[in-house]
């Protein structure tokens, strides 16, 4: 865990780096790594993370280990197997926003835990905006729909909103109305995913279990609260921006991988 453990040459002094290139002060039980400190001893973290909840909640194809809910664990106390392999977005806006802190050159940044290490600008959008965003998924919807005669999981697969940057890519970050807090590209692409489960006249708690299997499944992690906020947006407005003779049938033969529920 980076701790000092001994220093055997006469009138040595022990020095202000380790295995760390961050420095410490000789003597102090805690080790300082940027943006909080560690105890070697503990094997944790003295502090939550700047970003709070949502830095090992964030989703990313880069996370090949599921974390526990420990906001203070630092590579889940198993220093010898595993690495901290996670980056830190910088999010830059010319206006302030909440979390950021002001630069020396005038302009606001906040560090998201997220796999990642590239510098995006916050997006700023409306609901206005995402609401036109969701009439346009219906519309695809419906066109799926009246093509096959029916509705199916087949198309769920890259149903994705614009606001999705895509796998592997660079994440972005979006302010909505100007109201925290800020929400990554693969939280809001939810809607659409919500949307989707709608459609195929899924319960709301079906669909949530769908995420769950997919996330834990798929990506070995657990979805963020965003995740599920912006599920619930999408499923929930659904039945606002149906058409009025839109049903409920569904192709019989696929394959449903929650039927069981």
């Not at 039980?29 to 001893?41: A, D, F, I, N, Q």
């Not at 919807?141 to 999981?153: I, M, N, P, T, V």
Request: contains cysteine; charged residues 25%; proline residues 3%.
């Amino acid at each position: 865990m980076g701790y000092h453990l001994t220093t055997s040459a006469e009138n040595a002094v022990p020095g202000k780096s380790d295995v760390s290139p961050k420095t410490h002060t000789p003597g102090s039980p805690v080790k300082e790594r940027g943006h909080r400190y560690l105890m070697p001893e503990m094997g944790r973290w003295i502090g939550r993370d700047p970003v709070h909840e949502f830095g090992y909640q964030v989703v990313s194809k880069a996370h090949p280990v599921r974390r526990d809910g420990n906001v203070y664990a630092f590579i889940r106390n198993r220093s010898v197997v595993l690495v901290d392999f996670l980056g830190l977005t910088e999010v830059t806006s010319a206006e302030s926003f909440c979390g950021a802190t002001k630069t020396a050159d005038g302009t606001y940044g906040l560090h998201v835990d997220d796999g990642q290490n590239g510098t995006v600008v916050l997006n700023r959008i409306t609901m206005t905006e995402v609401e036109d965003e969701k009439k346009r998924m219906v519309t695809s919807l419906q066109r799926y729909e009246k093509a096959d005669g029916c509705k199916s999981r087949k198309y769920e697969g890259g149903f994705d909103s614009k606001y999705f940057a895509g796998e592997g890519q660079q994440h972005q970050y979006y302010l909505v109305d100007g109201q925290c807090p800020i929400w990554a590209d693969n939280e809001i692409n939810y809607i659409g995913i919500g949307l989707y489960e709608g459609w195929l006249c899924d319960s709301l708690s079906k669909a949530k279990a769908v995420v769950w299997v997919w996330k834990v499944g798929k990506w070995h992690t657990l979805p963020t609260e965003g995740t599920m906020h912006w599920l619930e947006i999408g499923y929930n407005n659904y039945q606002t921006l149906k058409s009025a003779n839109d049903s409920c049938c569904r192709c019989s033969g696929f394959s449903d991988i929650l039927d069981s529920l």
